[in-house]
């Protein structure tokens, strides 16, 4: 959700995550607010200055709202019901596709994916971001701006810091990292539209993006 539904993306998003099911593969989709939540986030803070509480529950919703287009998409796939609360993410089902989404304020939809991936055994969560890499700096404001092929997390988390706010535009959730440190995970930080990424981390192969970890 960029601006409007990435119809094009979705699409092409199917079509290769179905592929790699007929592969074998099992996948956890966990589903951010995209603009969605900040039209709502910017509009309710405009009108009443309302409480960072409030302001991440309207980007929960919208998150849960872009969760239920996704796990519509991979139905055939998919496990019926969304996972939004923590009582869920030890969910056991023979579904091919998991979808989730917000939980609770506090932190992000990042710090969902680390949780069920820690739940899931896995060990590596791929971000699907707008961003070819992490930089060293802001690349809109900085010609500066390196970007980060690889980085360790006390590095990482000195960029990011250590507080979540809502609506905050940060590569990787501070408290999804801070989890993610400690349980020794792996994040890669990729361009989502272009799926060519994607296609190569899930072949083995190298691709463009960041390793944090």
Same mark, same amino acid.
């Given at each position: 959700m960029p601006d409007q539904i990435n119809e094009k993306f979705l699409v092409e998003f199917r079509k290769l995550i179905i592929s790699y099911i007929k592969k074998g593969f099992r996948f956890i989709l966990i589903v951010g607010g995209g603009k969605t939540a900040r039209r709502y986030q910017a509009a309710g803070a405009h009108v009443a200055g309302i409480s960072p509480d409030d302001l991440d529950w309207l980007g929960i919703h919208a998150t849960r709202l872009n969760g239920h287009l996704m796990r519509t998409i991979f139905r055939q796939y998919a496990y019926p019901i969304i996972i939004t609360n923590k009582k869920k993410i030890n969910t056991k089902t023979k579904k091919q596709v998991i979808v989730g989404a917000g939980f609770e304020p506090g932190s992000s939809t990042d710090l969902r994916a680390v949780q069920l991936a820690r739940a899931y055994g896995a060990d590596t969560v791929l971000n699907l971001s707008n961003i070819d890499w992490v930089y060293t700096k802001d690349p809109s404001k900085y010609k500066t701006a390196k970007p980060?092929?690889?980085?360790? #997390?006390?590095?990482?988390?000195? *960029? *990011?810091?250590?507080? #979540?706010? $809502?609506?905050?535009?940060? $590569?990787?959730? $501070?408290?999804?990292?801070?989890?993610?440190?400690?349980l020794g995970f792996k994040v890669i930080i990729v361009n989502g539209l272009k799926l060519i990424n994607l296609q190569r981390i899930l072949a083995g192969k190298s691709f463009v993006g960041t390793t944090i970890g």
């Open positions: 980060i092929k690889t980085i360790d #997390w006390k590095s990482f988390r000195k *960029v *990011v810091g250590n507080k #979540w706010n $809502p609506g905050a535009n940060v $590569p990787f959730d $501070p408290v999804a990292a801070k989890l993610a440190q400690r």
